[in-house]
C-alpha cells in the first residue's frame, strides 16, 4: 500500500509536495501510472493534474503540479526562459577545492545520454559549499538552467561527483563503519547503511503563483536519512 504524497502547499492552481525517494515522476516503460508520483497524486487529490517539471527518482524534495491547463502554462514558461530559482543540497565525493563558484559547462542530450559537450545546450550552476568533511563535501547547488542530470554531471566533471551515484561515480552506500574508527558490528547483523541513494535534494524552489503573480518560496527540509548522514560526518569525518 503506498503512503500519501506529502503536500506542502495547494491553492485552485497550483499543488506542491515532498517527493520521496526512490519514486519516479511520470510512467515509463517499466512503470505503470498508478505506481508514480503523479498517478498516486491524482487518485489522493481524485482530480486531474499537470506535469510541469521533474525531478530523478531518487532525488528528493520540492515538486509542483498544476491544477488546470492555464497555471500549467503560466509555470512551464517561468521554468522554460529561467524564472524559477532553484536551490538543491548535494554530498559529494572528495573535498571540493573552492568554497563557491559557477560551473558553465554545455550539456548535450541524446536520447538517454547525456554529456558535457562542445556542441550541448549552455548549462549553468552555481555552488557554494556548507560543510567539509574527510573525504565528502556538503554544498548547496543553485541551477540556472534546468538541463537532464544538470548538477549530477557538473560536478562530475570537477572531478567530485554525488557520494553516491550509480551513473556518474559510485553506487557503494555510505557506512558507518567507514567513517568510524573502531567500528564493532552487532552479532551477525548485516550494516544498514546510513544512505544508500543519490545524495541529492531540491531544498528549494522559488517562482510566481499563477493567478496572483505573488513571488513564492517553498522549502523542504533534508530527509532523514541524509540529515542521519551529515549527524554522522560531523560526528566522525572532520
Known sequence: MQLPIEIIYQDDNIVVVNKPSGMIVIPDQHTYENKTLVGI???QLNRKIWVVHRIDRDTT???IFAKNAEAHRHLS???????????YLVL??????????TINKPILIEDRNVSIDDDGKESITNFKVLEHFRGYTFAQAQPLTGRR????????????????DAEYGSA?????SSL??????????????????????AAELTLTLPGTNELK???????????????QLRKYGK
Do not use: C
Request: overall charge neutral; glycine content about 4%.
Open 92 to 101: 559529494l565525493s572528495g573535498v571540493l577545492e573552492e568554497d563557491e563558484g
Open 77 to 87: 514558461m517561468q521554468f522554460e526562459h529561467s524564472q524559477v530559482s532553484k536551490k
Open 41 to 43: 497524486l491524482k487518485k
Open 61 to 63: 524534495g520540492v515538486l
Open 149 to 164: 542530470h544538470q548538477i549530477r554531471i557538473h560536478f562530475w566533471s570537477l572531478g567530485h561527483p554525488l557520494a553516491i
Open 217 to 231: 518560496t517553498f522549502e523542504v527540509p533534508l530527509p532523514k536519512d541524509f540529515e542521519i548522514t551529515l549527524k
Open 180 to 201: 568510524k574508527r573502531n567500528y564493532k558490528a552487532k552479532d551477525d547483523e548485516k550494516e544498514k547503511p546510513l544512505i544508500d541513494r543519490l545524495t541529492l535534494h
Open 172 to 176: 557503494d552506500p555510505l557506512l558507518l
